[in-house]
T-cell receptor
């Protein structure tokens, strides 16, 4: 039982490049989330999903897109990376909306 | 707009000391509150979750309290150990269909327990 896994662990991009971050969970959770963590600002919600095939915007969705084609996977895409997207990205999942969220180890992204 | 504040930002204590971490929030209409631990370069681990109708939760040496009316929560760590060194984050889950899925995080308290 791996819980929540994220790939890659670390990535360097040039401005304007695109990439996809993958999150996978093996707990059969309905809800999945993408957060970014910046120094001194805590975690902020980018997008979330309440089930397979659904997505919704969080607090800071601009510049990101997501897809939930399979229940166990939640993908975060950056179409045209900007230096402001340099951050640590965390994926999380939960059984229900009010229940404990389980976090992945994070992806550190540097945009030059 | 909900704001979550954690003071102090950093704390250094000698081993064995009992300590309290503070969390305050501006909107008392919360569904629940959760305390997390984050080790350097790692993800978040849930420590305690307190429902809005509860006053406290305990797990081992940890005790979290919630006073919704005053917008405060505290995390009490008894007999601190060097292994407790980490960043502690509190997060409130906002009530309501539109925002019930959101966790609003504080910026954390970085704890160092000195041997």
């Amino acid at each position: 039982n791996a819980g929540v896994t994220q790939t890659p662990k670390f990535r360097v991009l040039k401005t304007g490049q695109s990439m996809t971050l993958l999150c996978a969970q093996d707990m059969n959770h309905e809800y999945m989330y993408w957060y970014r963590q910046d120094p001194g600002m805590g975690l902020r919600l980018i997008h979330y999903s309440v089930g397979e095939g659904t997505t919704a915007k969080g607090e800071v969705p601009d510049g990101y897109n997501v897809s939930r084609l399979k229940k166990q996977n939640f993908l975060l895409g950056l179409e045209s990376a900007a230096p402001s997207q340099t951050s640590v990205y965390f994926c999380a999942s939960s059984r229900g909306p009010g229940e404990t969220q389980y976090f992945g180890p994070g992806t550190r992204l540097l945009v030059l | 707009k909900q704001e979550v504040t954690q003071i102090p930002a950093a704390l250094s204590v000698p081993e064995g000391e009992n300590l309290v971490l503070n969390c305050s929030f501006t909107d008392s209409a919360i569904y629940n509150l959760q305390w997390f631990r984050q080790d350097p370069g790692k993800g978040l681990t849930s420590l305690l979750l307190i429902q809005s109708s509860q006053r406290e939760q305990t797990s081992g040496r940890l005790n979290a309290s919630l006073d919704k009316s005053s917008g405060r929560s505290t995390l009490y760590i008894a007999a601190s150990q060097p292994g407790d060194s980490a960043t502690y984050l509190c997060a409130v889950r906002q009530w309501g269909m539109d925002s019930s899925y959101k966790l609003i995080f504080g910026s954390g308290t970085r704890l160092l327990v000195r041997p």
